[in-house]
């Protein structure tokens, strides 16, 4: 037993040696085969590197094109929008006021001098037509209605005796003499209690009611016209003297647009013709009116007509004096137009960016595309575009933060250069 487990253990060492024993040339030969190969691999690794930098370093260097993250694009504050289409009109350009008829503003004064009593309105309240703004008092107030009341009796009695004189007069028992004197004492104070009457009736007060003994200490200040108080320039306790400015009161919804309308185009504006405008307090909203009346007198500096044109300010929101600038449509047509700050120039030539809808584009990344347009009609902020015949028209256009996307496009053409 001893002998053959000294022969097993010879035998082993034996194939391992004989195993590991191999030519110089093969040992040589694979060390070359290995190294070749891990060349071969590093160099495909390297190739598929190079590859990888040149695809990302040719879609970096598209022309045209800029890559911006979502977060890249809020910091900048692009906007984008559906291309639409909108009317364009050949228009002329015109500006002017809100402004109100004379029959559609009042001053408002006391026919009576008196101190105020009370006001029962601010400015900016809304009246009714006939509503009292103020009671205003004074002695003189009292005084009148006294005279009336006593003037008012008297002629009771004076129409009583001008008809018994009338009646003897006419049966010649009375002499002419006593009949005239009646009927000319009776004529003169029924034209006085008719004065005084219309007197207490301009200020507010029922004449009916002092003939049966009634007397107001105070007289109302009411408004002629239903509207907005546009000012109140009263105290209480102030003294207004008669024809003194107490209240201003204006209709604003039939306030109109007085435009001046230069030389070279008056022979273009029309009545009935349709004016798109935008007032400083609405700058993203367009109103409209039409042409209601053409002036016949020219300003002379500048030389300028007026032309008066209808709107609708039912809500009230349009106020007198506003300064507004329109247009007065000569003409329409419909047609793809975006908003002037969506148009980039470089040179003669224009262009848009829009964005590219591009299914290898990474996430969160947008890429947006420049391109080139031709210009028509420009019209209250908007301009007419014509874009390339084979492009989709449901395409996004950016119509904030244009000229920051080609200011961004021209900086990674730089860095892409060098």
């Given at each position: 037993?001893?002998?053959i487990a000294i022969v097993s253990v010879a035998l082993m060492t034996f194939f391992m040696v004989g195993c590991n024993d191999k030519p110089d040339s093969e040992l040589?030969?694979?060390?070359e085969n290995t190294t070749t190969e891990k060349m071969e691999g590093e160099g495909d690794a390297h190739?598929?590197?190079?590859?990888?930098?040149?695809?990302?370093?040719?879609?970096?260097?598209?022309?045209g094109v800029v890559m911006l993250t979502n977060d890249q694009i809020e910091t900048v504050g692009l906007e984008t929008k559906l291309l639409e289409k909108r009317n364009l009109g050949n228009n002329i350009k015109v500006t002017g006021r809100l402004e109100l008829f004379p029959q559609d503003k009042a001053n408002i004064s006391p026919f009576m001098g008196g101190n105020v009593r009370s006001i029962k309105v601010i400015e900016g309240d809304k009246v009714?037509?006939?509503?009292?703004?103020?009671?205003?008092?004074?002695p003189d107030i009292i005084s009148m209605q006294q005279e009336y009341q006593e003037k008012n009796d008297e002629l009771v009695f004076l129409k009583q005796d001008f008809e018994r004189k009338k009646i003897l007069f006419d049966k010649g028992v009375s002499s002419g003499k006593e009949f005239q004197m009646a009927q000319s004492k009776f004529r003169s104070t029924t034209s006085s209690v008719n004065g005084l009457r219309s007197k207490l009736r301009l200020l507010g007060i029922n004449a009916s009611k002092v003939e049966q003994g009634e007397i107001y200490s105070a007289i109302p200040i009411t408004t002629p016209i239903s509207g907005y108080v546009d000012?109140?320039?009263?105290?209480?306790?102030?003294?207004?003297?008669?024809?003194?400015?107490?209240?201003?009161?204006?209709?604003?919804s039939k306030i109109h647009l007085d435009l001046k309308v230069y030389e070279k185009d008056i022979p273009k504006v029309k009545e009935g013709q349709k004016i798109i405008f935008t007032v400083a307090s609405k700058p993203n909203e367009l109103l409209t009116a039409e042409v209601h009346s053409i002036g016949k007198t020219f300003e002379e500096d500048p030389k300028a007509l007026h032309v008066h044109a209808d709107i609708d300010n039912k809500n009230g929101e349009l106020l007198p004096g506003m300064y507004v600038e329109g247009r007065i449509a000569e003409g329409q047509k419909s047609g793809y137009a975006v908003p002037e700050e969506a148009i980039v120039k470089e040179?003669?030539?224009?262009?848009i960016f829009i964005v590219d809808e591009d299914e290898e584009t990474e996430e969160n990344t947008v890429k947006f595309r420049r391109i080139p347009v031709s210009t028509g009609v420009n019209d209250l902020g908007f301009v007419e575009i014509n874009i390339p015949s084979e492009m989709a028209k449901n395409i996004m256009v950016v119509t904030v933060g244009a000229y920051t996307l080609s200011s961004e496009m021209v900086k990674g053409e730089l860095e892409h250069g060098h």
């Open positions: 037993m001893k002998n040589g030969h694979n060390e190739g598929e590197h190079n590859e990888e930098e040149d695809g990302h370093n040719e879609e970096e260097g598209e022309e009714r037509k006939g509503e009292v703004l103020a009671y205003l008092e004074h000012e109140v320039m009263v105290s209480l306790g102030d003294y207004v003297a008669p024809q003194s400015k107490m209240f201003a009161v204006s209709d604003n040179g003669e030539q224009s262009y």
